[in-house]
């Protein structure tokens, strides 16, 4: 799939994006929760409530295809049956070869790189998603 996500207006753009490719794709999606560190101070504690600083930190990760993701709402509904909260996903993509998706084992590794960028805060090549599918950008 490109690698520029500014075009993606939601996660159904992301999905069309994934259909349309040349080669059949495999997804990749890490979900985070939000975080403030139990060492935060009132002030980072106040900025937090308002919704900015904290981290992110991974929480769940799953590799789909496409037809496997009918849309964000069912994503959404599978991962509440997880009982696991989430604030923001992370998509990337595998592109598969010769008409053959890649496969599970084949996202493991790719899945661990992406959870490992979320850790260390590069989260910008990835496409981001909010709890309602909107796209988030991170400067």
């Given at each position: 799939?490109?690698?520029?996500?500014?075009?993606?207006?939601d996660?159904?753009?992301?999905?069309e994006a994934?259909?349309?490719?040349?080669?059949?794709?495999?997804?990749?999606?890490v979900?985070?929760?939000?975080?403030?560190d139990?060492q935060?101070?009132?002030?980072?504690?106040?900025t937090?409530?308002?919704?900015q600083g904290?981290?992110?930190?991974?929480?769940?990760?799953?590799?789909?295809?496409?037809?496997?993701?009918?849309?964000?709402a069912?994503?959404?509904?599978?991962s509440?049956?997880t009982?696991?909260?989430?604030?923001?996903?992370?998509?990337?993509?595998?592109?598969?070869r010769?008409g053959?998706?890649?496969?599970?084992?084949?996202?493991d590794?790719?899945?661990?790189?992406?959870?490992?960028?979320?850790?260390?805060?590069?989260v910008?090549?990835m496409?981001?998603?909010d709890?309602?599918?909107?796209?988030?950008?991170?400067?």
């Amino acid at each position: 799939m490109p690698s520029n996500t500014a075009t993606l207006s939601d996660f159904e753009a992301l999905l069309e994006a994934a259909a349309k490719q040349e080669e059949p794709q495999r997804l990749l999606f890490v979900f985070a929760q939000k975080h403030l560190d139990e060492q935060a101070t009132p002030a980072q504690r106040e900025t937090f409530s308002r919704g900015q600083g904290g981290h992110l930190q991974p929480c769940l990760c799953v590799d789909k295809t496409p037809s496997e993701v009918p849309s964000f709402a069912a994503l959404r509904a599978e991962s509440e049956h997880t009982g696991i909260s989430w604030d923001i996903l992370f998509v990337s993509s595998l592109s598969g070869r010769g008409g053959i998706a890649p496969n599970s084992d084949e996202a493991d590794q790719p899945l661990r790189f992406m959870v490992a960028a979320v850790n260390d805060g590069r989260v910008k090549e990835m496409a981001a998603f909010d709890h309602n599918g909107h796209t988030l950008r991170f400067a």
